[in-house]
Every structure is written in C-alpha cells, then in structure tokens.
C-alpha cells in the first residue's frame, strides 16, 4: 500500500512540475501583428530564452533586452528605451566582445532560414527573471522588452553594433 502511495505521489509531483507553464510573451512585427513568441526560464544562474519568429529578412538579426516593457509604438519600438544597463554611473558600452564591458540587454544573434524564420534558444547569465542575485529583473516595475532588429550585431561597434532598426518586440512582465 505504502508503495502505492508514493508512485501515486510522485505521479502527482511529476505532473504538476510538467504543468507548469513557463512566462511567455508575444513578439510583434511593426505592422502591431503576432509573428512569434519568446519563452523565458529562470536558470540557477541566468535565463534560457526561446524564441520562434516569422516574417524576417533572411540573415543574421541582433537581439536584445531593451529596459521597459512597452512595445506600443509599432512604428520604431523607442518605447521600449535603451538596452537594460548598469545603473547610476556605471553604465557600460554595447557589446558582448567588447572590452570594455557590455550591458545587459546583450544576447547572441538569432539567425532567420531563407523563409524568415528563426528559432532558437539564448541563454545570458547578465539578468534574471525576478531579480536573482542581484541581477537585473526582466519583470521591474515597468517591465522589459525582447527587442529583434533589421541587421546582425557586430557585438563591439557603438551604440547598437550596426544591428540597425528594430523590426520586433516582445513585452516582457
């Protein structure tokens, strides 16, 4: 009976943990329509995101966490303001190679097939999901944003890395 019990109880625990569904959020074209959708999972050390989004150029796309959660200006995204970065003084230039120090709205650049879609998964030790361990939170107060843009990012040049107009976005809260 007792191992009856705890099979049942470890089903239950099993399915519950395989329930939960991780935060997602919507990723926009600057028509304002749905082309995709971005996952976030908080990690012992930093988020894994996924992504799959349509209607790209083929080619290379920068990606990045841009510091408010407002994508409401479909035209150019500005809302969204800068890439999320160090506070006060401290702010420190674009770029994962650069060395001098990077934000931390840095990602690796997400690559779209010859039919404009691109999936992938992006892991950044640089925020969290709610402000674990001192790094930023995607989910402040005002929230955060998954900005995709027109070109790749070159990772070094200031102040995007070339990766030009932001052509997706994704309101993270």
């Given at each position: 009976?007792?191992?009856?019990?705890?099979?049942?109880?470890?089903?239950?625990?099993?399915?519950?943990?395989?329930?939960?569904?991780?935060?997602?959020?919507?990723?926009?074209?600057?028509?304002?329509?749905?082309?995709?959708?971005?996952?976030?999972?908080?990690?012992?050390?930093?988020?894994?995101?996924?992504?799959?989004?349509?209607?790209?150029?083929?080619?290379?796309h920068g990606i990045h966490f841009h510091a408010v959660g407002d994508c409401s200006d479909?035209?150019?995204?500005?809302?969204?303001?800068?890439?999320?970065?160090?506070?006060?003084?401290?702010?420190?230039?674009h770029g994962l190679l650069n060395p001098a120090g990077n934000d931390f709205g840095e990602?690796?650049?997400?690559?779209?097939?010859?039919?404009?879609?691109?999936?992938?998964?992006?892991?950044?030790?640089?925020?969290?999901?709610?402000?674990?361990?001192?790094?930023?939170?995607?989910?402040?107060?005002?929230?955060?944003?998954?900005?995709?843009?027109?070109?790749?990012?070159?990772?070094?040049?200031?102040?995007?890395?070339?990766?030009?107009?932001r052509v997706a976005c994704a309101v993270i809260k």
């Amino acid at each position: 009976m007792r191992l009856l019990l705890l099979a049942a109880a470890a089903t239950l625990v099993a399915t519950a943990a395989s329930s939960q569904t991780p935060p997602s959020a919507e990723i926009k074209n600057n028509a304002g329509a749905v082309v995709g959708s971005a996952t976030f999972k908080e990690g012992p050390k930093g988020v894994l995101v996924q992504v799959k989004v349509s209607g790209l150029t083929p080619g290379w796309h920068g990606i990045h966490f841009h510091a408010v959660g407002d994508c409401s200006d479909t035209a150019k995204f500005q809302k969204s303001g800068a890439h999320i970065n160090h506070g006060g003084d401290h702010k420190l230039p674009h770029g994962l190679l650069n060395p001098a120090g990077n934000d931390f709205g840095e990602l690796p650049n997400i690559f779209a097939a010859a039919d404009g879609v691109a999936e992938a998964q992006l892991w950044t030790s640089l925020v969290s999901w709610t402000g674990k361990d001192g790094r930023p939170a995607l989910t402040d107060a005002d929230g955060s944003a998954l900005v995709i843009h027109a070109n790749q990012d070159d990772h070094i040049t200031q102040p995007i890395g070339g990766a030009g107009d932001r052509v997706a976005c994704a309101v993270i809260k």
